[in-house]
């Protein structure tokens, strides 16, 4: 690690079976000596701030330094958690973004993983209270310190240090409900409780599936991401939690077992999906909205209007939530939807600093996704992930987002959504005339014409009665979102062209009854 340690400094009897954390104090722009405090047992801990004098504490005499500002402490796997103690002036971390360090305010009170090579700075002005993470591995530790004896067990290779953002969750506080609730390509639901009588929703990678433990780390930092911008647009996220091999039980006796679990707040049983295809379904999801029927509440006859209005506000209001911090959902439907709030952020991707955006690899449903396939056409990315500064990065970044307006891929599918809910035989692929299955398909057979594809189809005229109401204003918004990209052949939005999701809650589909 490039440090100098001398194993009389230690103050405790190493254990060669995990990870040595050092944290050395520095200042970023001097070149005083540095001191170093090293962390490796479980709950072992260092606390920082202007009035920590104690033991297992260091004082940082700065005006711009809380009195006890935050704490170091290792976790039961090993991990270095970070946890800023509602400090005055913040601190920040460094996260890796293009394969560089930069440095992120991080959320009081919530526990962040640290990785070696991280660095620490609290409070913005505080330019000696900076701190360096090196991280020495186990077998580093064995040679260096060990002393030949068979009094250490061999181990088996640890895995590369993960580092994981957000809150760190007690596993040992997790009871889970019987049964699996839901099974996906690369992750499997749960539902659960922690110590608090709340209910709780799990989520964890499925065993043997390429690239579904990636899959699941990915969605762990878009949730903490879109936690943290957009809080309001998808379901409230807790943080996550990894259980070490000798803390594992099995989930058939409500434990939970080995790995990397995720943690929602429970807000729903059933999506938009399972409603849409229920008989009652448009009932379920007045009672879900909190709104009545007759009586001064919603007619009989008004319910499916009003239901697909209410709907699609959400979703396109939640898109804009996000669309305004440059993330990119890239999986809207009616699977991903729990009315309130929306689902699986597996696809997401932040154009801010490009995170789980490869041009290389097209992440779609093709039963949703629009014509382009891409949020960003190919040839305007050739290069982007060069090497170069970090805010060379960042401006192309904002330059794309701004020729290309990438969040029109989530408008298209939320119009996929409006057509499903507006035309009842498109509601449920066991109609053997239409289903929301052959709709893309046909519709690139129509070149994106919805009325060419409406008069290719037999469905009678009470089917598009929701689209229909209104001089057609469900309809006419439906070809609004669904019509090509600007730059695939379609208009741009200043001539009526695919609008913008915030443009697009403007239309008078949702003014006017």
């Known amino acids: 690690n490039d440090s100098d340690v001398d194993v009389s400094e230690f103050g405790f009897e190493l254990q060669y079976d995990r990870p040595l954390w050092i944290v050395e104090k520095r200042k970023r722009f001097g070149k005083e000596e540095s001191v170093q405090f090293f962390l490796q047992r479980e709950g072992q801990c260092l606390t920082v701030g202007r009035d920590a004098t104690g033991a297992d504490e260091m004082q940082i005499p700065l005006g711009t330094v809380s009195g006890i500002h935050c704490k170091f402490e290792v976790s039961a796997r090993g991990q270095l958690l970070l946890t800023d103690l509602n400090s005055t002036n913040g601190t920040e971390a460094s996260v890796e973004v293009f394969g560089q360090f930069m440095l992120k305010p991080i959320k009081p009170g919530v526990a962040t993983s640290l990785r070696g090579g991280s660095t620490v700075v609290l409070a913005e002005e505080a330019n000696d209270a900076a701190f360096s993470i090196l991280r020495v591995d186990p077998e580093e530790l064995l040679e260096e310190f060990g002393d030949g004896e068979d009094g250490a067990e061999e181990e088996e290779e640890e895995e590369v240090e993960r580092c994981f953002p957000g809150h760190v969750v007690d596993s040992a506080k997790i009871s889970l409900d019987p049964g699996m609730v839901g099974d996906g390509s690369f992750g499997q639901v749960f539902y659960g409780t922690l110590e608090e009588p709340t209910g709780e929703v799990l989520k964890r990678s499925k065993a043997r599936v390429e690239m579904a433990k990636e899959s699941l780390e990915m969605e762990l930092e878009m949730n903490h991401r879109v936690q943290e911008r957009a809080p309001a647009a998808c379901a409230e996220y807790i943080g996550h939690c990894e259980v070490a091999a000798g803390e594992a039980g099995r989930v058939y006796d409500g434990r939970l077992e080995e790995g990397l679990w995720l943690v929602w707040h429970f807000q ?74 929306l689902l699986d952020l597996g696809a997401c991707v932040d154009l801010k600093d490009g995170t789980n955006y490869d041009p290389e690899i097209c992440v779609r449903d093709p039963l949703y996704c629009p014509p382009e396939l891409e949020v960003i056409p190919e040839e305007a990315v050739k290069g982007w992930n060069a090497k170069g500064k970090m805010d060379q990065k960042m401006e192309k970044m904002d330059s794309l987002w701004q020729s290309y307006q990438p969040g029109s891929f989530d408008v298209y599918c939320a119009g996929v959504v409006l057509m499903q809910i507006g035309v009842r035989s498109l509601r449920t692929t066991k109609n053997a005339r239409g289903g929301i299955k052959p709709f893309n398909n046909d519709l690139v057979n129509s070149d994106h014409d919805l009325d060419e594809w409406r008069a290719s189809k037999n469905f009678p005229d009470s089917d598009f009665s929701v689209l229909d109401a209104n001089q057609g204003a469900g309809w006419e918004l439906a070809k609004l979102l669904l019509q090509k990209a600007s730059w695939n052949g379609g208009k741009d939005e200043v001539e009526g062209g695919r609008p913008s999701a915030e443009t697009a809650l403007q239309h008078r589909f949702f003014t006017t009854m």
Do not use: W, Y
Not at 281 to 300: D, N, Q, Y
Not at 322 to 328: G, K
């Open 268 to 341: 729903g049983t059933s999506t938009l999906d399972d409603l849409l295809k229920q008989k009652n379904g448009f009932e379920r999801l007045l009672k879900e909205m909190e709104l009545e029927t007759e009586e001064g509440g919603v007619r009989t006859e008004d319910i499916e209007m009003v239901v697909a209005r209410r709907v699609m506000q959400s979703i396109l209001g939640h898109c804009a939530a996000m669309h305004r911090e440059r993330l990119v959902h890239r999986d809207i439907k009616p699977e991903n939807s729990l009315v309130v709030r």
